[in-house]
């Protein structure tokens, strides 16, 4: 059993993760801002801590992770308000990064999201501007750790079921790139669990191949 926390607990993916952990024996403590949402944490199977990273410094989340294996970041602002996309998605994430390590804490699986990168390509002007700068900053810092890091980068997220079948390294094709909520909670579980996904950035999005197969033949 490992001991497992989540940023952004309440989140979707983050929901049914803990409920993935939680199932196999993991103990999975869930860090959430809004105090409303310790029922459906508690629900999930996870324990919920009340920490909101944005307004957390650092030796802050190392004390609230010590004695954790392993960190899944899965938090966002949510979008809409740039400067909040930044204090969240990127200096918050970094400063879990180095809360981590100051814990001893040395596994970080990263959700992130295919294309993200310093190539994005998304302008300006765009809405989703801030967040694709965001998450390349956070991602390239998390890569330059000495953490045991995964990047997850699925495609566009939807809410359809999950199938435990996904393509890594996806190519463009006319069926698009989506990606549900439950394959990416499953594939964050699994990377856990395999050596081989540690530094590593890993493209998936919903497909024909079995999760743990997909994972490893990459």
């Keep these: 059993m ?7 607990g309440h989140g979707k993916v983050a929901l049914q993760l803990s409920r993935i952990l939680s199932n196999e024996g993991h103990s999975v403590t869930s860090f959430i801002r809004n105090p409303q949402h310790v029922p459906d944490v508690t629900a999930a199977g996870a324990a919920p801590v009340v ?5 957390s410094t650092t030796a802050e989340i190392a004390a609230a992770l010590g004695g954790q294996d ?14 909040r996309t930044y204090a969240v998605d990127r200096d918050a994430a ?8 100051q814990a001893g804490v040395g596994r970080y699986v990263m959700v992130s999201y295919l294309g993200a990168g310093p190539g994005h390509g998304i302008p300006e002007g765009n809405s989703f501007f801030a967040y694709a700068e965001a998450k390349a900053a956070a991602d390239e810092y998390l890569r330059g750790t000495g953490l045991d ?11 359809a079921q999950g199938t435990a079948l996904i393509d890594v390294d996806p190519a463009e094709t006319a069926g698009g790139t989506h990606t549900s909520r439950a394959n990416v909670a499953l594939v964050a579980a699994a990377v856990l669990e395999l050596p081989e996904a540690i530094g590593r950035t890993i493209d998936f999005r919903d497909g024909s191949v ?3 197969e997909a994972l490893t033949e990459a």
């Excluded at 490992?2 to 952004?8: E, Q, R």
């Excluded at 890091?149 to 809410?159: A, K, M, R, S």
């Design 2 to 8: 490992s001991k497992i926390a989540i940023i952004g």
């Design 51 to 55: 920490l909101d990273v944005e307004d």
């Design 70 to 83: 392993a960190v899944v970041w899965s938090a966002g602002a949510g979008g809409g308000n740039p400067a």
């Design 94 to 101: 970094i400063r879990s990064m180095d809360a981590a390590g």
């Design 149 to 159: 890091w995964t990047v997850l980068c699925p495609g566009p997220l939807t809410e």
């Design 210 to 212: 079995p999760v743990l």
